[in-house]
């Protein structure tokens, strides 16, 4: 029951984490590459394809897969990694061409 009363709080905290970092690495393009980097691990992190996070945020979106990706998020006091990253760039912006 705490982490439903409180999710919202901590989503907000780790939201404010993630504006925070890109800040720290003054660039918009280094900061949700770090974030990746954590989520995935330095191992992993040149087979991540930006492209395959694409196609899975949009299936996200999508019919009764949707309905469960908010119930998720909902709950979860984190939030999941494609919505952090797409909270990074709403905030910040995409990055310039050079940097990607």
């Known amino acids: 029951m705490r982490d439903l009363i409180f999710a919202g709080y901590w989503r907000a905290a780790t939201t404010s984490g993630d504006r925070a970092g890109i800040l720290a690495c003054n660039s918009i393009a280094k900061a949700p590459r770090g974030q990746v980097k954590i989520s995935v691990g330095t191992n992993q992190i040149n087979e ?5 996070f694409i196609e899975q945020a949009f ?3 999508q019919s009764l897969t949707r309905v469960q990706a908010i119930l998720i998020r909902w709950r979860s006091t984190v939030p999941p990694l494609i919505t ?3 909270n990074m760039v709403a905030w910040a912006g995409l990055p310039p061409m050079q940097e990607r």
């Open 48 to 52: 991540v394809h930006a492209q395959d």
């Open 84 to 86: 952090r990253l797409e």
């Open 59 to 61: 299936k996200v979106s």
